[in-house]
T-cell receptor, first 114, second 115 residues
């Protein structure tokens, strides 16, 4: 098992810019979810990809978008950054996405928007 | 709508003392419940989960949690904590809707173990 890895670990952007965050899923996992963890809060679900298709989305605007690639790595893209987008972004992978399954989380990307 | 409430944002405790981290959930359907732990500068790791069957579930490092359906609670306990248990603990409920599954997390409880 190689684990879930995310890059970069830290990122500083200014308001209005665009950002791309990357995630490499655990080997054999075809489902990836992205979560936003604001300071002092629990992670909030952004969206989920299963076999390169988005199959679920939380309460986030369309400027949050994603991709999942054939090797099951994925990206989170955020356009027109706002100050409130400052948060820790977590990627989590699983082998099937069923409700009772354990999620494997990466260490996250800390995004600061100035 | 499902939600998770963690009643304590911070819990300070001395080493070797017992601890309880409280979690309540709201749901109109059967749920799967989880506790995840986040050590500094690391991602979340699954501590334990309740799916069905015995209402008392245990982790490999001495934590246990009891599912109480009537009180809609899933409190986490450990009889004797160590310095290394210092971390952020998140309670979560699994929601399946629209053909996909997501976790709904509480705001977290920061456990600080002092010598």
């Amino acid at each position: 098992e190689t684990g879930v890895t995310q890059s970069p670990t830290h990122l500083i952007k200014t308001r209005g810019q665009q950002v791309t965050l990357r995630c490499s899923s655990q080997s054999g996992h075809n489902t990836v979810s992205w979560y936003q963890q604001a300071l002092g809060q629990g992670p909030q679900f952004i969206f989920q990809y299963y076999r390169e298709e988005e199959n679920g989305r939380g309460n986030f605007p369309p400027r949050f978008s994603g991709l999942q690639f054939p090797n099951y790595s994925s990206e989170l893209n955020v356009n027109a950054l706002e100050l409130d987008d400052s948060a820790l972004y977590l990627c989590a992978s699983s082998s099937s996405g069923v409700a009772y399954e354990k999620l494997f989380f990466g260490s996250g990307t800390q995004l600061s928007v100035l | 709508a499902q939600s998770v409430t963690q009643l304590d944002s911070q819990v300070p405790v001395f080493e070797e003392a017992p601890v309880e981290l409280r979690c309540n959930y709201s749901s109109s359907v059967s749920v799967y419940l989880f506790w995840y732990v986040q050590y500094p500068n690391q991602g979340l790791q699954l501590l334990l989960k309740y799916l069905s069957g015995s209402t008392l579930v245990e982790s490999i490092n001495g934590f246990e949690a009891e599912f109480n359906k009537s009180q809609t609670s899933f409190h986490l306990r450990k009889p004797s904590v160590h310095i290394s248990d210092t971390a952020e603990y998140f309670c979560a409920v699994s929601l399946f809707s629209g053909g996909y599954n997501k976790l709904i997390f509480g705001a977290g409880t920061r456990l600080a173990v002092h010598p």
